[in-house]
């Protein structure tokens, strides 16, 4: 029999799935650690102290969150039982167990989303003038002028696609919405079932006519199925939609032309494998169980809802011109000293090269900044070289333009391109192909590792010597997330950080070994290291011991069981993890001295921060920021950096954010010994802590 342990290790699952598999109680699993998360999002769209549009927003948000999650993690596990993989997750769980303890998570989740929608915002948005409205719930003239519309332009487009012996069953795109009819001929009796996908190039939600009034598009056309359907009996109708596997299967290894190989996988991913299928409560057995038979799907995998599917379509609403009903917008501020710059007339190196500087987004503009930086490098007849690495960027990337006007001026322009950034492949392809158009150097980084660092190098020729001004960061350069994503840039001409740099960019772009760096942590050879040795110095100071980290996500075991040593030895660890958190928190004899919050707001907290009380010698804190998490992929899988920050008033900074953070009278999540979240406090009050950082942050820029 498999060894046991009790709460500090190995103990019996028998409530689990009732598999009687051995679950690591040491650790919090990964995928129902994100669906914690998302059961988070939700809560914000059910607090009424919200803004009824930005409640609305998070419920689509939670959903586009699932959609994602059975794209890729859910399509992993089904490609591991498929696999017939063995191995179990750090916490103890097999394939086939954490797919049913999904599964039974998620129908919950979508239930409680459509009573969330259907008694509550709903009727909300109704009392405030933006109603979604039945057909049959609308007067005659509206009724003739959406059929008007409706023959003019969205029949021409529909293609009714039937099942019987000359016609096989059709390929279900992935996330389309359908309609599953079934029709009857009324002369022989017999019945055939069709499937009408919706169109998504329409909005879900149609503007009534003459009105402020709303009607679902798939409303619309079930209203009008005889059209589709000449001389049939309609029989029956329902909602449904698959979720398919759109991961890359790619080994950059065996690819010769990485470019080549994402596009001819970005074909191919719309044909991956069917891992989730949401059907309307009212289908009938028999095309449940053709669908799943012809999806290869075990019943597992079928979400029900009663009536709407796709959450996400709601955005359409949140997005809506009226004012009262959103966040009352906080305009991002320049940051003082590049203020003070612009009224002298001064450029942004001038004020780098006087010290160091650090902005925190969305607070501080990142258009002031970041884009204004590579702006006036890519003019700066001083300038020599730009390097930088691309991860996500926005459609129409102002930072894009400026590298290729930089290029086109003749300058050294080299870019490492991460094409296999999730979901942004397509975009981050096209970037890559006009930027080599226009004469920059673009490099696909590492093979089997992800450049996901944030770093760009800017070699400038002054008064006769080279200098070299580095930006660092933890997010992405993307003007659009930057608006809404919490982030800190760093901007530095420091001859280290400088040199480290440039080692880095080569080691990216050209062939050895990876160097050793003076100032910078770099995954995937040294970064994991570090922190474990950090964790581990800390520890020898005990209960005077202090960690602090603010991360997206905790995963990586080793790194954790660090962190239960050091709360073992007396080390106060508080943990601020957005997102997935595989530590347990506040155990006696394992971690009663970690505490672990979320923090969810306005803004996606998205930054890094890393803060040991006694550094590497023992006499000041350290601090780093940059763009690791601790997951398993990120230190082991991907280039990472962190830097670190030694200007007093950089740390301090830190200091403050983090300290409205962990302040406990401001709202945010709590995770218990027993793994569950407990709101503290409520969202939209003064105790906020994006609120009061971004006062703080109005109040000394105003100084």
């Not at 359907?229 to 290894?253: C, H, K, Q, W, Y």
């Not at 160097?515 to 020898?540: C, D, G």
């Amino acid at each position: 029999m498999t060894k046991q342990r009790n709460h500090q290790g190995w103990a019996p699952a028998d409530d689990v799935a009732g598999y009687g598999a051995f679950i690591d109680a040491r650790f919090i699993n990964r995928e129902l650690s994100w669906l914690d998360f998302n059961d988070r999002v939700l809560s914000l769209a059910t607090g009424a102290e919200l803004p009824l549009l930005e409640r609305v927003k998070f419920l689509a948000i939670s959903s586009s969150n699932l959609d994602e999650f059975y794209q890729v993690r859910v399509a992993a596990l089904h490609d591991q039982i498929a696999a017939e993989v063995s191995e179990t997750s750090i916490d103890g769980r097999t394939p086939l167990q954490q797919l049913r303890e999904i599964a039974g998570r998620v129908q919950k989740f979508a239930t409680q989303q459509e009573r969330l929608l259907t008694t509550d915002l709903l009727p909300a948005l109704a009392a405030n003038g933006v109603r979604v409205v039945r057909w049959t719930k609308l007067g005659k003239k509206a009724r003739e002028a959406l059929t008007a519309d409706y023959e003019s332009r969205i029949f021409p487009i529909l293609t009714p696609l039937a099942v019987d012996p000359s016609h096989p069953f059709p390929y279900i795109s992935n996330l389309a919405l359908n309609l599953a009819v079934t029709v009857r001929d009324t002369d022989t009796g017999d019945q055939r079932f069709a499937r009408v996908k919706v169109p998504r190039n329409f909005p879900r939600c149609i503007p009534v006519p003459d009105s402020d009034d709303f009607i679902l598009l798939e409303d619309l056309i079930e209203a009008h199925l005889d059209r589709l359907f000449p001389g049939m009996e309609i029989v029956s109708t329902s909602r449904f939609r698959v979720t398919r596997n759109a991961d890359l299967s790619l080994d950059d290894e065996d690819a010769e032309d990485l470019l080549a190989a994402v596009e001819m996988e970005l074909r191919r991913r719309r044909f991956g494998r069917a891992v989730r299928l949401e059907v309307q409560s009212n289908i009938s057995k028999a095309d449940l169980n053709m669908m799943c038979t012809e999806l290869e799907l075990d019943p597992v995998d079928v979400i029900r809802h009663d009536h709407f599917i796709e959450f996400s379509a709601l955005m359409q609403l949140a997005n809506l011109d009226k004012p009262k009903l959103r966040f009352k917008p906080w305009t991002p501020v320049t940051a003082g000293r590049l203020a003070a710059a612009q009224e002298a007339g001064k450029s942004m190196f001038d004020v780098i090269r006087s010290r160091q500087l650090l902005v925190h987004h969305p607070y501080e503009s990142f258009a002031s900044s970041t884009e204004t930086f590579v702006e006036q490098a890519a003019r700066d007849p001083k300038v020599l070289s730009i390097k930088m690495t691309l991860y996500r960027t926005s459609g129409d990337s102002q930072i894009a333009r400026h590298l290729i006007r930089a290029a086109e001026a003749g300058k050294q322009v080299a870019v490492v391109m991460e094409l296999k950034a999730r979901f942004d492949e397509a975009r981050n392809v096209s970037w890559a192909r006009e930027l080599e158009l226009a004469g920059v150097h673009v490099n696909y980084g590492l093979v089997g590792l992800k450049t996901h660092a944030k770093c760009i190098l800017v070699v400038r020729e002054e008064a006769g010597t080279i200098r070299r001004y580095v930006h660092l960061a933890t997010g992405n350069y993307n003007s659009v997330t930057a608006r809404s994503y919490e982030d800190i840039g760093f901007f530095t001409c420091e001859e280290a950080v400088g040199r480290d740099a440039t080692q880095l960019f080569n080691y990216l772009t050209g062939y050895g070994r990876e160097p050793k760096y003076e100032h910078l942590l770099v995954a995937p050879h040294q970064l994991k290291t570090e922190i474990i040795r950090l964790i581990e110095n800390e520890a020898t100071f005990g209960t005077e011991g202090r960690i602090t980290l603010k991360l997206n996500a905790v995963q990586d075991p080793q790194v954790i069981e660090a962190l239960y040593a050091a709360s073992s030895a007396g080390v106060k660890i508080d943990l601020v993890v957005r997102g997935i958190c595989c530590v347990r928190a506040g155990v006696p004899g394992m971690s009663e001295n970690i505490t672990v919050r979320s923090v969810l707001g306005r803004y996606l907290e998205h930054s890094r921060i890393y803060r040991f009380a006694h550094g590497y010698e023992g006499s000041e804190p350290l601090h780093l920021i940059g763009s690791a998490d601790l997951m398993i992929r990120n230190l082991a899988g991907r280039v990472e950096t962190l830097v670190r920050l030694t200007h007093p008033k950089h740390r301090a900074w830190l200091d403050t954010a983090l300290g409205f953070l962990l302040d406990d009278a401001n709202v945010h999540y709590r995770l218990s010994p027993d793994n569950s979240w407990t709101q503290v406090g409520e969202h939209h009050t003064p105790n906020d802590a994006q609120r009061q950082l971004f006062e703080w942050v109005v109040a000394t820029q105003s100084r």
